[in-house]
């Protein structure tokens, strides 16, 4: 199994940043696929970064293009996911998750692994 942490949510501004860690234990991450996700209030949980086992591809909803930004070490067994020029309408739960397959897989049902979830909150 894997255990998985995600720290660095707050309540920030608009036009701030933060940086989400997401820390696994258990077993090594290096093989899996990690995916971003959030949940706002009222709404369904969506998927908004992914990232490859090696980190060469990413996937980016179109409300992080060019503004978030996820990246990974294996060695460390962590996952960030850094997010410029925050909006209000980014307020939500931040969840990291696990998939086990080989490509980056857009529903959540192939994320099996989640944690427990930061909260992220953007004042204008």
């Known amino acids: 199994q894997v255990q998985l942490v995600e720290s660095g949510g707050g309540v920030v501004q608009a036009g701030d940043s933060l940086r989400l860690s997401c820390a696994a234990s258990g077993r090594t991450v290096s093989n899996l696929v990690m995916g971003w996700f959030r949940q706002a209030p009222g709404k369904e949980r969506e998927l908004i970064a992914a990232?490859?086992?090696?980190?060469?591809?990413?996937y980016y909803a179109e409300s992080a293009k060019g503004r978030f930004t996820t990246s990974r070490d294996n060695a460390e067994n962590t996952v960030w996911l850094k997010m410029n020029g925050l909006k209000p309408e980014d307020t939500a739960i931040y969840y990291c998750?696990?998939?086990?397959?080989?490509?980056?897989?857009?529903?959540?049902?192939?994320?099996?692994?989640w944690g427990q979830g930061t909260q992220v909150t953007v004042s204008s």
């Open positions: 990232i490859s086992r090696d980190g060469r591809d990413t």
């Open positions: 998750a696990t998939s086990p397959y080989n490509t980056i897989w857009l529903n959540q049902r192939a994320y099996d692994y």
